[in-house]
């Protein structure tokens, strides 16, 4: 496989797990994503804006969220997350802990 076609593939992969986070299942909670997998939809939104930056493409965190989630990170929480329950609170921080200084 060509390179040109490799980048094609790997960014219809990355479309289609965007349209499953976003469409598919925005009932999935971001607290839920990062306790189980180590990554969530912020985390992708991250990512998108550090590769623009190594292309020399400046997004603010704010730009790159929008740009990930196809409109303000407020409408977003608003339409789909939920607060976070004390479990997945707990959760979260005993992950984050044992973590800490990985990539998510």
Not at 59 to 78: C, I, S, V
Not at 91 to 104: C, Q
């Amino acid at each position: 496989m060509d390179d040109q076609t490799r980048i094609e593939i790997e960014a219809a992969a990355f479309r289609r797990l965007r349209q499953h986070l976003l469409e598919d299942r925005p009932d999935a909670q971001n607290i839920d994503l990062m306790n189980l997998a180590g990554f969530c939809r912020n985390c992708l939104s991250r990512w998108y804006g550090e590769a623009a930056a190594e292309r020399g493409i400046e997004m603010t965190k704010d730009e790159a969220r929008e740009t990930f989630y196809g409109m303000p990170m407020a409408d977003w929480k608003a339409r789909h997350q939920s607060e976070a329950t004390p479990e997945q609170q707990a959760a979260f921080t005993e992950s984050f802990a044992a973590n800490v200084g990985r990539d998510g």
